[in-house]
Structure formats: C-alpha cells, structure tokens
C-alpha cells in the first residue's frame, strides 16, 4: 500500500478489532509505559463503546492522569486518531491547555504517535503528523511541540519533514527515562479565508 492509502479516522467501533489486534500482538500508544497495552485491553473488555468515546475528550471530562511519580493530576483536552489503511497502523494524539499554546512542565510535547512495528518504515508517522496539523491549528494552536530522544533518528525525520525545527536540546526527567532529547516546534500556518 502505498503512503497515501493511510488517513486518519476517528476511533469507531468498526474499527476496534484492528486496535484490539495491535494491543494483543504486542503494540502500544505508549512508548513509555508498555502495560498501557494491558490496561486498555481491560477498558475495552470492561466497555467498548466508553473506551471509543473517551478517545475525544476536548472538554477534559475523562478521570484523572496518574504521573510516573504517583501523583495526580487533571486531564488536559485531547483526542486520538487512528491511523487507517484498510485496517488499523497506529495512533497519533493531541493534547493542549485552554487559551494558550503551552503545556504544563509534566507534558513533554502536544503531539504523540506510535506506528504498529509491522507498518513502518512506509512514511505512516509522517503523513498521519501532517494530517493532524491543520486539526492542531482548529483548535486554535499556533504551534505544537514534540519531543524525540536525540538518537531517535526515524522520529526526528518524521518531524523534520513536517517543518519541525529544534528549539531546545534537554534531559527528560528520569520518570520519562531520562534520555537526551530533542524537543521542536512546529509553527501552524494561518488558514485563509
């Protein structure tokens, strides 16, 4: 399949077999925690139709966000994508604060994605981060942020070939494990009218 065969879908029902599928075989949204996989396997088992649902959540409905050091804190606006190409490659979400392009010191980034590993390698991550911008931009950002570990040379291009450019070089806190890391800006154009 080529490039362009991928989109993003809102997540659905019909579609959450091929999520199912990827959690099972191993992937998962997280790149930091892989026990997500086994938490939302059990959300899902638990409610399909509210794990479908809390996959949107512009108004920070959804429960609490538990950090790695144990404490709580509130959820921030968010929503998930799900990348598509007939069946499901992956995940691509964003978060933001109300009235204002930055995010708490605990929030590494707006933007996260994962690629199921047997879908790489076909310019998935870097479409589906160009399908997400103009997203970004109607919720009224002005530019969004993202984090790569500095040897992450795939994720670094996925986000170069978006108009990302470096604009800090830092250590993660050791709860997000602690590696160089390379946090870019990328600016959203002004939609016309």
Same mark, same amino acid.
């Given at each position: 399949?080529?490039?362009?065969?991928?989109?993003?879908? =809102?997540?659905?029902?019909?579609?959450?077999?091929?999520?199912?599928?990827?959690?099972?075989?191993?992937?998962?949204?997280?790149?930091?925690?892989?026990?997500?996989?086994?938490?939302?396997?059990?959300? #899902?088992?638990?409610?399909?139709?509210?794990?479908?649902?809390?996959?949107?959540?512009?108004?920070?409905?959804?429960?609490?966000?538990?950090? !790695?050091?144990?404490?709580?804190?509130?959820?921030?606006?968010?929503?998930?994508?799900?990348? =598509?190409?007939?069946?499901?490659?992956?995940? #691509?979400?964003?978060? =933001?604060?109300?009235?204002?392009?930055?995010?708490?010191?605990?929030?590494?980034?707006?933007?996260?994605?994962?690629?199921?590993? =047997?879908?790489?390698?076909?310019?998935?991550?870097?479409?589906?981060?160009?399908?997400?911008?103009?997203?970004?931009?109607?919720?009224?950002?002005?530019?969004?942020?993202?984090?790569?570990?500095?040897?992450?040379?795939?994720?670094?291009?996925?986000?170069?070939?978006?108009?990302?450019?470096?604009?800090?070089?830092?250590?993660? !806190?050791?709860?997000?494990?602690?590696?160089?890391?390379?946090?870019?800006?990328?600016?959203?154009?002004?939609?016309?009218?």
């Amino acid at each position: 399949m080529s490039v362009e065969s991928m989109d993003l879908v =809102w997540p659905a029902t019909e579609h959450l077999a091929g999520y199912v599928q990827a959690l099972q075989q191993g992937w998962s949204p997280d790149n930091l925690r892989p026990q997500t996989a086994l938490d939302e396997l059990a959300r #899902i088992a638990d409610d399909p139709e509210a794990f479908v649902t809390a996959k949107v959540d512009r108004e920070a409905k959804g429960p609490t966000i538990t950090l !790695p050091d144990g404490s709580q804190i509130p959820r921030l606006p968010s929503f998930t994508l799900w990348m =598509w190409d007939g069946e499901f490659c992956g995940a #691509i979400g964003l978060r =933001w604060q109300r009235g204002t392009t930055e995010l708490p010191p605990h929030c590494l980034g707006h933007v996260g994605y994962s690629v199921v590993p =047997w879908k790489r390698r076909r310019g998935y991550a870097t479409r589906a981060l160009a399908l997400l911008l103009p997203h970004a931009r109607a919720e009224g950002l002005s530019y969004v942020e993202l984090t790569s570990d500095a040897d992450n040379e795939p994720s670094r291009r996925v986000i170069e070939a978006n108009g990302g450019m470096v604009v800090e070089r830092f250590f993660k !806190p050791k709860a997000y494990g602690g590696a160089e890391s390379l946090r870019f800006r990328i600016t959203l154009a002004e939609t016309g009218t």
